[in-house]
């Protein structure tokens, strides 16, 4: 063997072990792709599944979690009974979820079952509970004084300022519905002394039937009845039900919170004057937006604008937005739900 082709086998071999070194080497490792963050899981609990109200209301629960990616559901019991309420938000504790909102039966009822979410680092908000105590934050889409106020300004329009009225509410424990009926009641003190509330608040306004039932036992106890404030969706829908069938519509006045599309065929045929709420799917956006806000760890602060909604102003832990509507005859069929 030559010298020369000695010095080329060696200058291959040094090659060759080179080549094999960089290709038997482990590779190095890539960065992880980051993991994508995990969604918060935000419940709902409404205080009865199944009625208008709370269906357009988990309309708004539904949009929030799609645009704002998060797991926001709905749920809550088949009747509105504070402890079946109380039960569902246990279950949603033990599972663990991120943030609860809450639309109280019956605030009192909720503070333990609240102090429990709270010591689990549970974000927790509500809905039409302006006194709720264990709450985080509360969301009102009104002024509930002078949404109160207003219900009374609107039957006296209908009634004039005297004769005698009653007051749906959904049940003598949900929180909003009373305090509207304590404030309208004052209202009627100061501004039209010579209203007259002729029975206790009847806690009937989540169930039509029972509310057409209740306006039939008011026309027999009453005769001289001018008026009804209704609070509780499917309250005054069941009194106009009930005027329509004894042909009274043009005799008593009915008004009170509704959703349009279900109160439409009582206001175009005179058997209700007058609807006022807020839009309820609002309210379920609202809730979850507010939830996912406190979950990054920004404060809810005076100013903040709830997208497509409006800004909150704060007075303590009550956020309030100015969202409310009036619903006639004329204008029942351009509000979309």
């Known amino acids: 063997m030559t010298r020369r082709t000695t010095l080329f086998l060696i200058t291959l071999a040094v090659a060759l072990a080179s080549f094999l070194a960089v290709s038997c080497a482990v590779p190095a490792q890539q960065p992880a792709a980051e993991e994508p963050a995990e969604e918060y899981e935000i419940a709902v609990v409404v205080k009865i599944t199944g009625i208008p109200w709370f269906n357009r209301l988990e309309e708004g629960v539904k949009q929030a979690a799609g ?173 106009a039900q009930a005027l329509q069938e004894k042909g009274l519509c043009d005799k008593i006045s009915v008004v009170g919170t509704v959703i349009p599309s279900h109160a439409a065929p009582y206001l175009k045929n005179g058997c209700l004057d007058h609807g006022i709420l807020w839009d309820p799917k609002d309210a379920g956006y609202g809730l979850v937006w507010m939830a996912q806000q406190m979950l990054d760890g920004k404060e809810i602060q005076n100013g903040m604008e709830i997208p497509e909604i409006g800004e909150i102003h704060l007075d303590g832990n009550i956020a309030k937005v100015d969202a409310m509507l009036d619903i006639t005859a004329d204008n029942v069929d351009d509000l979309g739900f």
């Open 67 to 239: 645009e704002l990616g998060v797991n926001a559901y709905q749920v809550g019991p088949a009747d509105a009974d504070p402890a079946q309420q109380a039960k569902v938000i246990e279950d949603l504790i033990s599972k663990g979820v991120d943030a609860i909102a809450v639309v109280p039966n019956d605030a009192k009822s909720l503070e333990p079952v609240f102090a429990k979410a709270k010591e689990k680092g549970i974000v927790v908000l509500t809905h039409e509970s302006p006194d709720q105590v264990g709450n985080d934050y509360d969301l009102e889409l009104i002024d509930n004084v002078k949404f109160g106020q207003h219900h009374w300004d609107k039957l006296v329009e209908n009634t004039g300022d005297s004769g005698q009225f009653a007051i749906y509410v959904g049940s003598l424990t949900v929180p909003l519905h009373n305090l509207w009926a304590d404030e309208g009641l004052k209202h009627v003190e100061q501004e039209y002394p010579d209203l007259e509330l002729v029975t206790e608040r009847i806690p009937c306004g989540e169930d039509q039937e029972l509310s057409r039932q209740k306006m039939l036992e008011l026309l027999k106890a009453y005769p001289d009845l001018k008026g009804l404030v209704g609070f509780g969706s499917l309250g005054p829908p069941g009194a």
